[in-house]
């Protein structure tokens, strides 16, 4: 397209921002922020005209959500004029809505936010939750239901959910709901889609009188029972009730370690234990995509001109193997693979990136962007996941309260590790689990205070690794062999779960009399005959009885 009014790099009047060019960049780099190397500060360039006069040029990050499908941008300056007009020929609203077909088949578009109508069904309870700022802020979750019969999660957060709770509390005698949530965001979670409001973006209209609502609602038929409909799903008033989230803890079925291992079918329940270490090979986070929480892969771009070492670059750009998507600056994201232990057994946990984050009170991105900043006189990019910060370690031998999910991916791989749903370290729910615990939980002389060695293989799947822990986090030992992890331990320097000392071998030695491992079971591998490097060698202690 030809453009007669031009401007050129020598005849750019300042007084003017509207201003028209043809340039063409010679130059282009990435200017990295000045604490997290990964994040992308700008994109600096030099530009030329047609006469090869040059200028300089960048471009400031942006966030790269686009709430409509255009590139463009309205902006109002401060010599912008506004009237109100009177007549307007458009459409009142214009809803452009997305199919739940779409939705559900990953072939919506993620990049900009979408409309979406249907009938509620499914409500749950008000969730209270501390945000970023620690301001409680409720969660309303529900799903729709389109005309064809698709369905798929909604989730209010803030205003939104105050607007739902408003509506149901004004309108009791209400049994259908149709909502359209306009300008909303598809976001995925464990492998399912939803869409959530857009922060303050994002308009809810519950059972307004406007044309698509009434039309939606003359359309759905009424001939069959809607298992969709309030008066079949739950009572609205049990929906307004508030509920936090430590409070479902003690909603949730409360079982001990030992019993993780024997469900069979999928379900939530919690545990009550203390962290007592790390899993050894596996990193404490990783890089994300910027759509969903899928871990992104770097790209190797293959370049037939042979390059020296020095001149070889670490490739910059990404793949999501989920979306389809090539990602320029991922999102660190916490996923800490941790040993918990309870008076019945020690098991291994997931703890992912939205529960880290909260229980830490800093991001991956943050936790990265200040080891940066440690070494930015090296010039080095600090993106090594398998090297622990000194605050993780806090974590250890900490009581918690968790929220585990048994799901079907893990009945159906016969997986021995569990994801984390929420984990809580509020006093009442810790002082209200214990008391569970004390009732269940024979007196110390029932069973044998024992010091294990951990056994450490990843060729010798069947070994069990057993971790020796002092004081009120003892895992007798008719129970211990019940762990199933198979990875060695990270502990802190200072914790309780650092490695045994000779000192403490040679007491324990003392104490107790050490049998050689047995090669006679038939259900167990002998461990003396693995290779070095495999396995240690497990002694178990055995008290000397005093004649």
Known sequence: MEHNNITLIKNIDLTSDDLTMKLKIVRLWKLPDHINKREVYSIEMIL????????????????????????????????????????????????????????????????????????VQDLQPIKTFLNGEGIATKQATFKIQDLEGQVISVTLFAEYAEQLIEYLQKHPEEVRLVVILQFGRIKWWQEKPAVNTSYNVTKLFINDDIEEIISFKKSITTTTDNCGSLSTTMSKGSFISIVTDDELFLKTEFINIEEVSEIKEEKHVVILATIIGFIEDKPWGYFGCTKCYKKVEPLILIDDKPKSPAEVEEPTIYRCTKCLIDVT???????????????????????????????????????????????????????????????????????????????????????????????????????????????????ESDSQRLTYMFVASQDTPTMKDVVSVTDDNVTPASH????????????????????????????????????????????????????????????????????
């Open 329 to 443: 600056i991922p999102i660190p994201r916490f996923r800490i693979e941790i040993r918990v232990q309870d008076h019945t057994g020690v098991v291994s946990l997931t703890l992912f990136d939205r529960e880290a984050r909260k229980l830490l009170k800093v991001s991956a991105k943050d936790l990265i962007g200040s080891q940066s900043k440690q070494v930015i006189q090296s010039n080095e990019e600090v993106s090594d996941f398998y090297a622990y910060p000194p605050l993780l370690t806090t974590l250890l031998q900490g009581k918690f309260a968790f929220k585990i999910e048994i799901s079907k991916f893990v009945l159906d791989h016969s997986l021995s590790v569990y994801g984390i749903n929420k984990i809580s370290a509020d006093d009442k729910i810790i002082s209200q689990l214990t008391q569970k615990v004390d009732h269940e939980q024979p007196d």
């Open 48 to 119: 030329m005209d047609e006469e090869g006069t040059k200028i300089t040029g960048t471009v400031s990050k942006r966030s790269s959500y686009k709430y409509v499908d255009n590139t463009n941008k309205v902006v109002f300056g401060s010599s912008t004029k506004v009237e109100r007009c009177n007549v307007f020929n458009g459409p009142q609203f214009g809803f452009s809505f997305t199919s739940f077909k779409a939705i559900l088949e990953h072939s919506a578009d993620e990049d900009h936010s979408i409309d979406v109508i249907g009938e």
């Open 480 to 547: 211990a062999e019940k762990s199933t992890a198979t990875s060695p331990l990270v502990r802190g320097k200072n914790s309780a779960v650092s490695s045994t000392s000779s000192d403490l071998k040679r007491n324990l030695s003392d104490a107790y009399g050490v049998d050689p491992p047995t090669a006679n079971s038939t259900t167990k591998k002998d461990r003396s005959s693995v290779s070095s490097g495999q396995a240690y060698q497990v002694k178990l202690l055995v008290p000397k009885v005093e004649k």
